[in-house]
């Protein structure tokens, strides 16, 4: 019996692993990129020898101990990378100069929130306890959802049942509900500004506990270079990749997905599709938009997207050393100003300096993100030099931001570069420009369940991308990938393997 084929729609890292593990078990994989670079979301650009990068701020599952690793192993994409870790998540400034560090290390941080305000011990004492609790824990690596029986749940619940009231009470605060708990408006601000107000609390502690471990770093060469490696993971693995290759439509035929049909007219026969593109583009533009599980429905009707961002980049001839030790930092404005229709009273720095691979030498990367309106920046499409004056105000309002924390940054910048939403949509085609996908409210899961990764009325289609695990990153993308292929090796009757390099 000759293998089975796998038309895969995108080269992110979804559709990389996707490709991956179905080399890995006997499927025969083609791969098929609109742009002429893997990596979807996870990339980076190059002007005048500073690389920006456009993704990776750190890298769950970067060392072994981590459940993450062993799959970043089989991707080829952690072997011989140096991984660049920090001791301070985020740092935020006061007004009056105070500065609020947040270390991964509990220890450290408790003492130090407790010196900035010993009269806000209580929460203090329970958000360190709560990274303790999980400081040897790993979100396990096994079966997809479709795939677990009763007894696999069981197995499960018995695994976490002593992180289970955490768990629970983790996702049911958001950030900026557990910062309205402190009376040092300083704590309060540096917690809501870490991630995000709307964030549950869940993901600021699943961030520090990998950084705590030393399992979060920065990957050298950064996010580009990152997928790149999976790229040749995957055609040592003998896989083969299209570009500039944009598919038009999922074939079909008797209610089985059968192909592709690319934009050119070529049409690709296939046994399965994986569709690790945007859930929307793949449900109303790739299909017909008729068939699709309640969930999608509700999900892309009234579910609440991350919002977008600008990125301003900066090749600067410097390096700010006093960004050495922190992911990044956020300061408040003498004076407030508006920027793409929004009221900005904080910025963020970040320096990529601990990698010198992005720069040239005694140079430095430095990039500040602010909050976007989809809205706003979708006005704009048609009016080019609006949009264009727009990018060089904010770009200005940032340098000067920046030159006013750190005197002297302005007169070395020697390249500024603007992405914004609509950068973010061009290249990848993400819905609205997100980086992400849904926000995981309190009332998520009970609104919504678990994405599912296959379409209601045809059969022989998958969904892998981080559409499928909200609220995405590159763990959930390639979790995406690697669990349609366990799905698909259920369907043929065969056991489900892994290689490692």
Known sequence: MSEKTIAIIGAGVAGLAAGCYGQMNGYKTQVFESHNLPGGLCTAWTRQGYTFDGCIHWLTGSAPGDSMFSLW??????????????????????????????YADPDRLEAHMKALSPTDSEPIEQLCKWIRQFATFSMPVGKPRELMSALDGLKLAFRLRRHLKALNDLSKTTMGDYAKRFKDPLLAAGLSEAIGAYTPLIGLVMTLVPMFRKAAGFPAGGSLDFARAIEARYTSLGGEIRYSARVARILERDGNAVGLEL????????????????????LHSLLDGTRQHETHRMLLQSGKLYPPCVQISFGVKRVIHELDECLGESFPLVRPVKLAGDDVGWMTVKSYAFDPSLAPEGCSVVTSILTADWEFWNRLREDRPTYTAEKDTIAAACANAIDARYPGFKDAIEVTDVATPLTFERYTGNWKGTFMTWLLAPDFQRKYGYVRKTIPGLDNVYLASMWTVPPGGLPGAAMAGREVVQMLCAKDGNRFVTTKP
Not at 77 to 96: E, I, L, N, P, S
């Open 263 to 282: 934009e050119d007219g070529t049409q690709i026969d296939a046994d399965y599709v994986i569709s690790a593109t945007d859930l929307r583009a793949t």
């Open 73 to 102: 192993e089989e991707l080829g994409a952690v072997q011989g990378k140096t991984m660049y870790d920090h001791d301070v998540f985020w740092r935020t400034v006061a007004t009056d100069g105070r500065t609020f560090s947040l």
